[in-house]
């Protein structure tokens, strides 16, 4: 079992940055690939960004690329989404995930946290 317990969100207003945080424990966290979700009021959740287990590789959902960079610390087990330029549309709770394939479906789940952005 891995644990993921995401930090870091909040309310901003537009035009901010927030860093999200996801701390895993449990297993060997470079053994897995670590993606980050949103999902809003209303809607499905949604892939936003995924990293490889070193994190060589990266992908950011077009949206959002060039506003939001993912990178994660092995030495800490924790991946981070940084958030910048936000917009009121990326208003969403956000959750952490990992597996051991780099693409979904990842294997385990955080809570989510919620990011609130004014206008």
């Known amino acids: 079992q891995v644990q993921l317990v995401e930090s870091g969100g909040g309310l901003v207003q537009a035009g901010g940055s927030l860093r999200l945080s996801c701390a895993a424990s449990?297993?060997?966290?470079?053994?897995?690939?670590m993606g980050w979700f949103r999902q809003a009021p209303g809607k499905e959740r949604e892939f936003v960004a995924r990293?490889?287990?070193?994190?060589?590789?990266?992908y950011i959902k077009e949206s959002v690329k060039g506003r939001f960079t993912i990178s994660r610390d092995n030495a800490k087990n924790t991946v981070y989404l940084q958030m910048n330029s936000l917009k009121p549309e990326d208003t969403a709770v956000y959750y952490c995930?990992?597996?051991?394939?780099?693409?979904?479906?990842?294997?385990?789940w955080g809570q989510g946290t919620q990011v609130t952005v004014s206008s």
């Open positions: 995930a990992a597996g051991i394939e780099y693409e979904e479906p990842y294997d385990y």
């Open positions: 449990g297993r060997t966290f470079s053994n897995y690939a």
């Open positions: 990293i490889s287990w070193r994190g060589s590789i990266t």
